[in-house]
């Protein structure tokens, strides 16, 4: 059986508050996009468990890998034989596009569907939840604003059917402690619901990301990035997440592959 696990971008990120758990309240609307990494599970005949991987590479070992992490969550609960997963990766790693949490959320789903398990959304986003606070998005996958840690969704009407993506991301990983370390959480002054509903034209001024600034001063390739999306006709960009992939939304195909050489490219109409 095989899944395919796709990224997100953030529409504006707002750090609100430190947390007493050591976490941050966030206000940010998550959408999902046609990235996809590939996960298939097998029933183990030798009974031994197996994690493989291809693709692009990844920063932990396959026994540290989330999706290993999340099949031995469910094992503990079902008591379920042992498989073989494989995942390969299209999604970059460190780059704020929720790779990984997408791979965890669709290898509960996939372990439920394989198994027979009926889990709920509801079931299903609380064991997501105990693996990342981006990870409860990607059980249902749709537009949703994401606050407290992160974890809580609400549904929201955002549609961006027919616009067309450029994804960029250069040969950086900023990790999520180094991006919050350059942050002082304040309440926005502006309504994040509310914004997203201006014409994409307004958007500039009011979805903002509080990542963008400490990390484009630690990491001005990031920025310049942006700017050149900007200059190259996109109506919106925005670094996503905690960086390091910006993105730019254009009301028409272009292709910039040539001036972006060398780094990290995606271009695609979204659905």
């Given at each position: 059986?095989?899944?395919?696990p796709?990224a997100?971008?953030?529409?504006g990120?707002f750090?609100?508050?430190?947390r007493?758990?050591?976490?941050h309240?966030?206000?940010?609307?998550l959408?999902?996009?046609?990235?996809?990494d590939?996960?298939?599970?097998?029933?183990?005949?030798d009974?031994c468990f197996e994690l493989?991987?291809?693709?692009?590479?990844l920063?932990?070992?396959?026994?540290?890998?989330?999706?290993?992490?999340a099949w031995?969550?469910l094992?503990?609960?079902f008591?379920?034989?042992?498989?073989?997963i494989?995942?390969?990766?299209?999604?970059?790693?460190?780059?704020?596009?929720?790779?990984?949490?997408?791979?965890?959320?669709?290898?509960?789903?996939?372990?439920?569907?394989?198994?027979?398990l009926?889990?709920?959304p509801?079931?299903?986003?609380?064991y997501?939840?105990r693996?990342?606070m981006?990870c409860?998005?990607?059980?249902?996958?749709?537009?949703?604003?994401?606050f407290?840690?992160?974890?809580?969704?609400?549904?929201?009407?955002v549609?961006?059917?027919?616009?067309y993506?450029?994804?960029?991301?250069p040969d950086?990983h900023?990790?999520t402690?180094?991006?919050?370390?350059?942050i002082?959480?304040?309440?926005?002054?502006?309504?994040?619901?509310?914004n997203?509903?201006?014409?994409?034209?307004?958007?500039k001024?009011?979805?903002?990301n509080d990542?963008e600034?400490?990390?484009?001063?630690q990491?001005?390739?990031?920025g310049?990035?942006?700017?050149?999306l900007?200059?190259?006709?996109?109506?919106?960009?925005?670094?996503?997440?905690?960086g390091?992939?910006?993105?730019?939304?254009?009301?028409?195909a272009?292709?910039?592959?040539?001036?972006f050489?060398?780094?990290?490219?995606f271009?695609t109409?979204?659905d």
């Amino acid at each position: 059986m095989i899944f395919f696990p796709n990224a997100k971008i953030n529409l504006g990120l707002f750090v609100t508050a430190k947390r007493a758990d050591g976490y941050h309240n966030i206000q940010s609307i998550l959408y999902p996009i046609p990235l996809f990494d590939m996960l298939e599970i097998i029933t183990a005949d030798d009974g031994c468990f197996e994690l493989t991987t291809s693709g692009l590479p990844l920063p932990a070992s396959p026994g540290e890998n989330i999706v290993a992490k999340a099949w031995t969550m469910l094992r503990t609960d079902f008591n379920l034989p042992e498989v073989k997963i494989h995942l390969h990766k299209s999604i970059p790693t460190g780059a704020g596009l929720g790779g990984g949490s997408a791979d965890a959320a669709f290898a509960i789903r996939l372990i439920s569907q394989h198994f027979n398990l009926g889990l709920s959304p509801e079931i299903m986003e609380n064991y997501a939840t105990r693996l990342g606070m981006d990870c409860p998005f990607f059980i249902d996958n749709r537009a949703a604003y994401a606050f407290e840690r992160g974890d809580r969704l609400e549904a929201i009407n955002v549609n961006l059917k027919g616009k067309y993506l450029i994804l960029v991301k250069p040969d950086v990983h900023v990790s999520t402690a180094n991006a919050y370390a350059g942050i002082i959480p304040a309440v926005p002054v502006t309504n994040l619901k509310s914004n997203i509903k201006k014409p994409m034209q307004a958007w500039k001024a009011v979805l903002t990301n509080d990542f963008e600034k400490g990390v484009f001063e630690q990491y001005p390739e990031i920025g310049q990035i942006k700017k050149e999306l900007y200059r190259r006709g996109a109506v919106y960009a925005q670094m996503s997440g905690s960086g390091s992939a910006v993105y730019g939304i254009f009301d028409t195909a272009v292709d910039l592959q040539d001036y972006f050489k060398g780094m990290f490219y995606f271009g695609t109409y979204l659905d």
